[in-house]
């Protein structure tokens, strides 16, 4: 059974750093695995911050472009989000997601979220 367990969210001043941790149980990280980031605040929908690929190609949203990093771990089972320079409007619920090709078919895993409160 796969399991996703995010880690890392807090109070934080704005121009403060947070690093969130999500790990992964009952799969092995390979070439089969990639990450990704959402977050999701009130009245909002979830939107993608950052994903990274089996190769560790990334991409992010607009709005965390040179203030985020996100990376990957495959010994650990884990995949990192190293956030800078926070702002008020990353207040959300940040969640985890694995996505896992078995044979001919993507499977995605999400973590329960953890919250980011950026106070101004």
């Known amino acids: 059974q796969v399991q996703v367990v995010e880690s890392g969210g807090g109070l934080v001043q704005a121009g403060g750093s947070l690093r969130l941790s999500c790990a992964a149980s009952?799969?092995?990280?390979?070439?089969?695995?990639?990450g990704g980031w959402y977050r999701q605040a009130p009245g909002k929908q979830r939107e993608l911050v950052a994903a990274?690929?089996?190769?560790?190609?990334?991409n992010y949203a607009d709005s965390v472009k040179g203030r985020f990093t996100i990376s990957r771990d495959n010994a650990k089972n884990t995949v990192y989000l190293q956030m800078n320079s926070l702002k008020p409007e990353d207040t959300a619920v940040y969640y985890c997601n694995v996505n896992v090709k078995i044979l001919a078919s993507r499977y995605d895993y999400w973590g329960q979220g953890t919250q980011v409160t950026v106070s101004s």
């Open positions: 990274i690929s089996s190769g560790g190609s990334t």
């Open positions: 009952g799969i092995i990280f390979s070439s089969n695995v990639m």
